[in-house]
């Protein structure tokens, strides 16, 4: 049985995190943590950690279940290139699962996108991601539409910082053939929608998930820390834990 420590036990993703704990035959709820609480005392019984909290939170966490050898489920998204590089280093000694989206709709939309992008070639298609979410999300683009656009940019040979045009506005000019364009929504309660589209003249494909439960996002946290019960040290993704890599 899986001991799980559920990290933001009294934020909305954190509830339904420790109910999908629950809900999972092969993992128990363990302990949970908030701000201001002692770490420590809570990772002792844990086997694994679920974190979906904070970026700024993660080194905390790392250091701590570095001194425990304590698995790790990292669903925070926001990290700095620092905070991204602290997640590389730990997993040289724990087993890391750091997704931005752990829903198995999501992953199948980033398995689509790469596949989409080897057919529908950038010579032809003009390329745009849109992503929406509630109005308390802090960071943009989420995480899962960054997911989209590097998985667009292994696909298509272009550039995060030099080909990727974040919204449009004023006299811009036609688009280039390497622009791929990301567009942020935000407002109410959405819980993540996100759209790949494909545009040539005379046709046009969209490839679009949204979630309306972050119960979807908490199960596949729970599954990701089953599966990593017996995995090496190493960082992995939901690809990795789908069988889709």
């Given at each position: 049985?899986?001991?799980?420590?559920?990290?933001?036990?009294?934020?909305?993703?954190?509830?339904?995190?420790?109910?999908?704990?629950?809900?999972?035959?092969?993992?128990?709820?363990?302990?949970?943590?908030d701000?201001?609480?002692?770490?420590?005392?809570?990772?002792?019984?844990?086997?694994t950690?679920?974190?979906?909290?904070?970026?700024?939170?993660?080194?905390?966490?790392?250091?701590?279940?570095?001194?425990?050898?304590?698995?790790l489920?990292?669903?925070?998204?926001?990290?700095?290139d620092?905070?991204?590089?602290?997640?590389?280093?730990?997993?040289?000694?724990?087993?890391?699962?750091?997704?931005?989206?752990?829903?198995i709709?999501?992953?199948?939309?980033?398995?689509l996108?790469?596949?989409?992008?080897?057919?529908?070639?950038?010579?032809?298609?003009?390329?745009?991601?849109?992503?929406?979410?509630?109005?308390?999300?802090?960071?943009?683009?989420?995480g899962?539409a960054?997911?989209?656009?590097?998985?667009?940019?292994?696909?298509?040979?272009?550039?995060?910082?030099?080909?990727?045009?974040?919204?449009?506005?004023?006299?811009?000019?036609?688009?280039?053939?390497?622009?791929?364009?990301?567009?942020?929504?935000?407002?109410?309660?959405?819980?993540?929608?996100?759209?790949?589209?494909?545009?040539?003249?005379?046709?046009?494909?969209?490839?679009?998930?949204?979630?309306?439960?972050?119960?979807?996002?908490?199960?596949?946290?729970?599954?990701?820390?089953?599966?990593?019960?017996?995995?090496?040290?190493?960082?992995?993704?939901?690809q990795?834990?789908?069988?889709?890599?």
């Open positions: 049985m899986n001991q799980i420590l559920v990290t933001g036990k009294s934020g909305r993703m954190g509830q339904t995190i420790i109910q999908a704990v629950e809900e999972n035959p092969d993992a128990a709820l363990a302990s949970t943590h701000a201001g609480e002692d770490l420590a005392a809570a990772m002792a019984p844990a086997d950690v679920i974190d979906f909290t904070i970026h700024s939170f993660t080194g905390e966490v790392l250091a701590e279940a570095l001194k425990t050898n304590t698995r489920v990292i669903g925070t998204t926001g990290h700095s620092e905070e991204r590089a602290a997640i590389v280093e730990a997993s040289k000694t724990l087993p890391i699962v750091f997704a931005p989206n752990y829903s709709g999501v992953n199948t939309l980033f398995w996108t790469r596949k989409a992008a080897q057919v529908l070639k950038q010579e032809r298609f003009d390329i745009e991601v849109t992503e929406m979410h509630h109005r308390h999300k802090i960071d943009a683009p989420s899962t960054r997911r989209l656009l590097e998985i667009l940019n292994e696909e298509t040979g272009t550039n995060y910082e030099d080909d990727i045009k974040h919204g449009r506005v004023g006299l811009t000019g036609a688009r280039t053939q390497r622009e791929i364009g990301m567009h942020t929504l935000r407002g109410g309660d959405v819980v993540g929608d996100h759209t790949v589209m494909f545009a040539a003249d005379g046709e046009r494909v969209e490839l679009t998930h949204k979630a309306s439960s972050r119960m979807t996002f908490a199960a596949g946290a729970v599954q990701a820390a089953v599966w990593l019960t017996d995995k090496p040290a190493g960082l992995y993704d939901m990795d834990v789908l069988g889709l890599q």
